[in-house]
């Protein structure tokens, strides 16, 4: 639990300090001290998970996405045009094997037709 205390206006800062309860501090210097010992790992951050890449070791190639969305995300054609994702899934499976349920989810979507012959 982080409490702040009341902003400055001594023409310091906006705010001093956090203050933290003995929990967070000793979660904190956990963290601290894996840090520093393993500092090949990347900081974690708490933003929604997208995949499981941030669970894979450095330098392992990413897993085949398993949807259609999660290509989208990928290709970061999230607000793309209908006709640039297609275009995108096309290019991607011209020279990447689709998993039988990314198959799948190609059909659910009606997207079958951009499978290359």
Not at 30 to 40: L, N
Request: proline share 10%.
């Amino acid at each position: 639990m982080v409490s702040w205390n009341a902003p400055a206006h001594d023409g310091g800062s906006d705010m001093d300090e956090p203050k933290y309860d003995k929990a967070t501090l000793a979660l904190l210097r956990e963290q601290a001290k894996i840090r520093a010992e393993h500092p090949e790992r990347p900081p974690v951050t708490w933003s929604k998970f997208w995949d499981d890449e941030c669970f894979s070791p450095p330098g392992t190639p990413r897993p085949a996405p398993q949807t259609v969305s999660g290509l989208i995300n990928r290709l970061q054609l999230s607000r793309a045009t209908q006709a640039e994702k297609e275009s995108g899934i096309r290019e991607w499976l011209a020279s990447n094997e689709p998993t039988d349920y990314f198959r799948r989810d190609l059909e659910r979507k009606g997207l079958l037709h951009l499978l290359p012959d």
